[in-house]
Each structure stands twice: as structure tokens, then as C-alpha cells.
């Protein structure tokens, strides 16, 4: 008899733990666990999918759930519940939100979310004016929230109707060639690797943590995006290829740690992110740069190869607007660089304009 599937994984938050005993799974809460002083070990229910479970670890926690149901902390924790059974996002997304929303648990936690307005919004913002990246994380995540909370008739109103991102340093830069070089003749092991996939492919971190050998098709690899859960295709090009192939062929993904205990075990984006900076950090050449950046020197590189923004879409899943975004400046210097050559061009190929002699005469 078949074994039956069960549902998608679920990332457990800090503290909960699974232990398997004769073929059954089990769940609890336990804060310092393996340290002198481990707090009080506490049963959870058994299917991390249900909101039981969700609820049973917010008490453990002694947290929100004895609060009455129309205040912002409750909401809020309904709709990350929501996200985290349903699975329209992935764990990595709504631990992003828990996080960037802490400052408004802080502020509103107690008050009804009917009260809020835009304007308590952007106060929260103004607060973080030293911090745009941080304000603007916090925006965004009120965006989608606000959106699920006014479906569910929690709100009356669009609490980020009129607010605008804070504009920061410019975002993740795109890497230098001089950097690029410096990380193939520098980096090494698995590192080395995984940033030539991240180079060459363009795709999120969270995808390419995932690239292996079942994902190539046809000379690229075909796979579905952990983010978007966008079917996707990006072609394997000449330079990826070549160093593919030196690559082990087994099963699984091609990003996986290469020392320590856990050699062999498959890179989460977040680890592979930390020792990523630790050999960077030994590179003076590669100061300040960073991973996401990649992604952007990917999209330009497509652009500058003459695909279009829906083709690069394709490739990379990633929107349009943002594609525009990340090419705005190789457009703006490709077309300026044309210009020029074309002004140069068009000067030297203008005809001289020979003066008559009754002309030279009357200047003289």
C-alpha cells in the first residue's frame, strides 16, 4: 500500500521543537533547551497546520491570544496564522513580516484596528527617519496586511492610502566587473559556486538554494519559484555551463555545506547568505557588496544582451516594474553612449561647405 503524502513543511519558530518516537511525531515548546537552566517543557498539538497549533505556541509564549479579538495584536496574529496554514507565502516571508510589524504591536497592540488611519502609519515612519530601509520594510508589510485586514472587514480604511516609500542609498548595487572577477579568483568551495549561480541564473536566493540536477531541461533550468510560485525557464549560458561541469552530479541541490557537521546538508538561503559575507569580508574587493546585488547584475546583463523586459520576466520570475527599475541606469548610459557615437558620427561625415571667391574677396 502506497504511503500517503502529507502536507507542505512548515519553518518552526524559535524554541518549538519535533522529536519522533516509535514512528510518531511530536511537537513541544521548550525555551533554553540544551542549556543549565531549560524552561518548562510544554505539549503542543500535533498538526503544525492547524490554527490550534499556532495559538497553543502563542500561549506558551504568554502571548496574545487572551486579548480581545478586535484589538491590532489579535488581527495581526490571525493573519499570520492565515499565511503560515494556507502556504501562500513562504516562512521566510512571514517571519519578514513579524519582524518589520513588531514596531506596530509596540504602538497599537491594544487599540482597536478600527481606529487606525494612514496618518498613524506615517507617524510610525517619521520615527524611523534614520532608518529608510527599516521604515520602508514596515511599509510594505502594512501594505499586505492592510489589504487582508479590509477583506475580512477588520478595517474601514487602506492604512497605507498616500504613503510613499523613503528613498534610500539606491538599494543592492549591481556588481563591478572588477568585482566579479575578484570573487571567481577568490572565493572558493562552495561559495564560489553558488555565487556563479546566483551571477548566472539571476534568480532569488531562495531558488537558487534549490538548483540541482532535476531542475536542468533542455539546456536550462525549469523550475518553480519559491516566492511568486512563477513557472520559470532560465537558459544555462556558455560561461555556467562550462563550470557545471566539474560539478557532482548526485541528486539534490548543487549549493550544499562542504565542512563541519552538517557537510552534505543542503544550504538554506540565510546560511548560505552568512558564510557568503564571512569569505567576503577577507576580499577587499568585494567590500560592501552583497548577494542580491547579483541579481540585479544578472537582469543587466540580459538587458544589455538585448532581451526585452518581458523575456528577462521569464527568466528571472521577477515583475516588470521591477526589472525597469533594476536597467533604468544601463538604459539611461547605453543610450547616452549612443548618442554620443551617433553626434560623433554625424560630424564626421558632414560635408565641408566650400566658400566662392567673390565670398573670400568681401572678407578681405
Not at 502556504?87 to 512571514?94: F, H, I, L, Q
Not at 485586514?149 to 480604511?157: F, G, M, N, Q, S
Not at 560592501?288 to 523586459?309: D, E, F, N, P, Q
Request: aromatic share 8%; with cysteine; charged share 25%.
Amino acid at each position: 500500500m502506497p504511503r500517503r503524502k502529507g502536507k507542505g513543511t512548515i519553518s518552526l519558530p524559535k524554541n518549538v521543537h519535533k522529536v519522533t518516537s516509535r514512528g510518531k511525531l511530536y511537537f513541544y515548546f521548550q525555551m533554553g533547551r540544551g542549556s543549565a537552566n531549560p524552561g518548562p517543557r510544554i505539549s503542543l498539538p500535533r498538526d503544525p497546520h492547524s490554527p490550534e497549533f499556532w495559538s497553543a505556541i502563542q500561549q506558551a509564549c504568554g502571548g496574545v491570544v487572551s486579548l480581545p479579538a478586535d484589538t491590532f495584536n489579535a488581527v495581526l496574529d490571525e493573519w499570520l496564522m492565515h499565511l503560515r496554514v494556507s502556504g501562500d507565502v513562504t516562512s521566510s516571508t512571514v517571519t519578514f513580516y513579524e519582524q518589520s510589524l513588531q514596531v506596530a504591536r509596540a504602538a497599537w497592540g491594544s487599540l482597536s484596528p478600527r481606529g487606525l488611519k494612514p496618518l498613524h502609519v506615517l507617524a510610525l515612519m517619521n520615527g524611523m527617519g534614520d532608518r529608510p530601509g527599516a521604515a520602508n520594510n514596515f511599509l510594505s508589510s502594512m501594505r499586505s496586511f492592510s489589504k487582508w485586514a479590509r477583506l475580512h472587514e477588520h478595517i474601514d480604511v487602506n492604512l497605507t492610502e498616500g504613503i510613499s516609500p523613503r528613498k534610500t542609498g539606491g538599494g543592492h548595487k549591481p556588481w563591478t566587473p572588477e568585482q566579479i572577477e575578484a570573487a571567481k579568483s577568490k572565493l572558493s568551495g562552495v561559495i564560489r559556486r553558488g555565487v556563479l549561480l546566483y551571477l548566472y541564473t539571476g534568480m532569488r536566493g531562495s531558488d537558487a538554494v534549490r538548483l540541482g540536477p532535476e531542475h536542468v531541461d533542455e539546456g536550462g533550468f525549469s523550475l518553480r519559484t519559491q516566492k511568486k510560485k512563477r513557472d520559470v525557464y532560465c537558459p544555462i549560458l556558455p560561461e555556467l555551463e562550462e563550470e557545471m561541469r566539474t560539478w557532482s552530479a548526485t541528486e539534490g541541490p548543487y549549493l550544499r555545506q562542504d565542512e563541519g557537521r552538517a557537510q552534505g546538508h543542503p544550504y538554506t538561503r540565510k546560511l548560505f547568505s552568512k558564510h557568503f559575507a564571512e569569505q567576503r569580508d577577507a576580499i577587499p574587493e568585494l567590500a560592501g557588496v552583497t548577494l542580491h546585488g547579483l541579481r540585479c547584475t544578472a537582469v543587466i546583463r540580459l538587458r544589455r544582451a538585448g532581451l526585452s523586459v518581458g523575456q528577462i520576466s521569464d527568466i528571472v520570475g521577477m515583475s516588470l516594474p521591477t526589472i525597469e527599475r533594476y536597467c533604468r541606469f544601463a538604459d539611461r548610459k547605453a543610450s547616452g553612449k549612443a548618442a554620443l557615437e551617433a553626434l560623433i558620427r554625424n560630424e564626421a561625415n558632414a560635408p565641408t561647405v566650400k566658400r566662392s571667391k567673390s565670398a573670400k574677396q568681401k572678407t578681405s
